[in-house]
């Protein structure tokens, strides 16, 4: 598009305006006098805001140096709910939508720097408990085994005329859910009047990643139905009318899902949405459209309009994901525990790692409250169809526990910490390889569905579907397990025998793969194939050749060996790394993917051939292979500028900006006049004293052991994509 053809209103507000980045002393961005006096959502846009502009309060619109900053009250739970007035819908969202822009109390966000620090409550007072059960309240405790306090007691209960024990016991005792609760329901479904713009992000998710955990035709179901049932409710925006919806929702919720193994999908599907609408569904939807918004790039079309404003991307996404979470809470304080729970908290635990700065420990926090859920629902124990559940529930429920078990896996690798799930206690039940619509299908269809798969489970058609992805990543996760437990764990045994059974492991899951899920060497980007799966197989590729540096590096520390297999993976992966970057184009939707590969493979692979080219520089190539120098020089500084083009307001930007300023010293170093052999490096400066001694005079290990006190910021790796 040319710039005489983009509309002059959206030109003028990319070119002028600004963002007002004056911060009041409670930690929140100042809003303009008519905004905050009216208590209305300030963009915080500068000479003016958006609201004041539409408003004609463009006079009006000014930021006060010294705005009042009373905290609102906050309401204890032993308060009447009947003595107050309730907020109207509007204004409430206005409200909490202040707190969503300006950070507090959820974030805490400063010029620069858009990275969600911690999560101090959800939605502020809008998270507050206001149902306190009685000490005779039965929890719904989930998922208990043979050494729990109750194992004897239901394995005798119905031997002696005891029925079993309801675990939905906590719907039977609540009668009434609190105005305060309704309230906060109001608020999320306010944000809803934007479902026609919800369902472009909804339809645009599913055309780009294929989905994560649940699949298209459950999504595009539910948010339909929602619209064309509620549509009047939602537009016209009366606080009384949403009050109402709220509370049917709540009731809806409240409710334990009924289905058995003869419900058909499209029947299940229909259960949960229009009138039987629940908040698992709601914060599925948010969260779906909180991920796109993440996944794609600032002026994208979706964003920008010829009739409105642009959109604020993250701030868009901010929103999302804080529904998302007020529908999480929900579940979560009356002890809803289902699997639209498990799925929405899944998909919730993706928009939340790719919001929060890499590395965070409310990434963390938030993939061991996913493992927690999972383990409570039972899915660490066989899957089957029986008479209470269908064979698409199994074939999801397969899927979602092995990809957590997959993404626990690799987040434990990248922070360096022992995996919360293990196989010793996990059934590892690979799902079939179908796609959505086969999933969802039944009868004959079903019965063909499966005859197409090879003996293993396979598609043999050649294509890659999600369960594709999931299959492939659950093995490898049981592989990297065994990586972890001697790289991380008390292991006394031999290092080398254990490191080399599992090298070998690796080596037999890699050519058993079918062919069709292998890379192609000679053509690595075919662009003849959708972005989204030459990911899947740059992804594939990565993680095979991920396990060998792994295993390198361990044996490298804990059995002093040499660097030259590691160097070999090394180059391996920092080839696939460059095919990404130089085709970054292609893959510009992805973003969250994009990342995720720059820093956990990019960065050790880079640094690794960096320090070895800084070491043969200074050796005068003692290697019996050495590195190409001209290459690899090159070749690094494609990454370095990679690296550089990564924007502050991105999450991995502190670690991104780490390995830059690394790679970019050691490439000045070896480009700087001068001896090349010197055997100090004084010259980079007496900040660092690791650069003024000198390097390598020992072994191989005494080489990787420097590495690992040069290593790269950890970060979270959590691969939900």
Known sequence: MTRTGFPARLRTSHETRRMNTSYRRNGKLQSCEPCRKGKLRCDHMMPTCGRCARR????????????????????????????????????????????????????SVRSGDSSIQNVASQLGSLNEQTWIPSPSFQRNTGFLGATSYSAILS??????????????????????????????????????????????????????????????????????????????????????????????????????????????????????????????????????????????????????????????????ALEAWNASETCLAFCNEFDILNDLYIWMLYENTVLSSSLHTKGSDANWQKSGQLNNALLAFGLHQEIKVDDE??????????????????????????????????????????????????TMSDGLDLDN???????????????????????????????????????????????????????????????????????????????????????????????????????????????????????????????????????????????IDFMLIICTHGLPSSAVLAVELLRQEQNGGCMSEPLPRSETIQDLSVFVACLGSIRPDNGSYSICERGRRFLKRILDTILSPGPAATPGLSSLGPQDPSWSTPLFSGNDGDFMRWLETMECEQGSWTNFN
């Open 56 to 107: 004609n309060k463009v006079e009006q619109c000014i930021y006060h140096p010294a705005p009042l900053t009373r905290a609102l009250p906050t309401p204890h739970p032993s308060e009447s709910d009947a003595g107050q007035s309730p907020t109207s819908g509007h204004q409430a969202y206005e409200d909490s939508s202040e707190l969503l822009s300006t950070g507090q109390p959820i974030t």
């Open 155 to 316: 394995e005798n209960e119905v031997s002696i005329g005891i029925g079993p024990a309801n675990s939905e016991s906590i719907l039977n005792l609540i009668t009434d859910v609190s105005q305060t609760y309704m309230q906060r329901g109001a608020d999320v479904l306010f944000l809803l009047k934007d479902m026609p713009l919800f369902n472009r992000f909804i339809e645009r998710w599913f055309s780009l990643s294929r989905g994560i955990v649940v699949i298209e035709p459950m999504v595009k179901q539910w948010a339909g139905s929602l619209w064309s049932t509620h549509h009047k409710v939602l537009e016209a925006q009366k606080p009384e009318r949403l009050l109402e919806l709220s509370e049917s929702v709540w009731q809806n919720t409240l409710k334990p899902l009924k289905f058995n193994g003869k419900t058909i999908p499209r029947e299940f599907v229909a259960m949960f949405t229009g009138e039987h609408l629940r908040w698992e569904v709601v914060g599925i939807i948010f969260s779906v459209v909180g991920m796109l918004a993440m996944t794609l790039l600032d002026g994208d079309p979706i964003f920008c309009t010829h009739d409105d404003e642009p959109l604020d991307r993250k701030h868009f």
């Open 449 to 591: 569905a499966i005859a197409t798969l090879d003996d293993e489970g396979w598609n043999q058609r050649g294509t890659i579907h999600r369960c594709t992805f999931a299959r492939i990543f659950a093995q490898n996760a049981r592989i990297r397990e065994d990586i972890l437990e001697i790289s991380l764990g008390v292991f006394e045994e031999d290092i080398v025998s254990r490191a080399e059974t599992i090298e070998r492991r690796t080596i037999q899951m890699w050519e058993s793969l079918p062919q069709f899920l292998r890379l192609d060497s000679q053509n690595p980007w075919n662009i003849k194939r959708a972005p989204v799966e030459l990911l899947f197989l740059v992804y594939i590729r990565l993680e095979n050749l991920n396990h060998h540096f792994l295993l390198q590096r361990t044996l490298i520390k804990r059995a002093s060996t040499d660097t030259i297999k590691l160097l070999a993976t090394a180059k391996d992966i920092f080839s696939n790394v460059l095919t990404i970057v130089n085709n970054r184009d292609s893959i510009r939707d992805f973003q």
């Open 389 to 438: 559940t269908p064979f698409f529930i199994t074939e999801f429920r397969k899927k979602t526990f092995v990809t957590a078990y997959s993404n626990d896996k690799y987040t434990a690798t990248f922070f360096g910490r022992p995996p919360r799930l293990s196989h010793r206690y996990c059934l590892l039940q690979l799902p079939l390889d179908l796609n959505d619509n086969q």
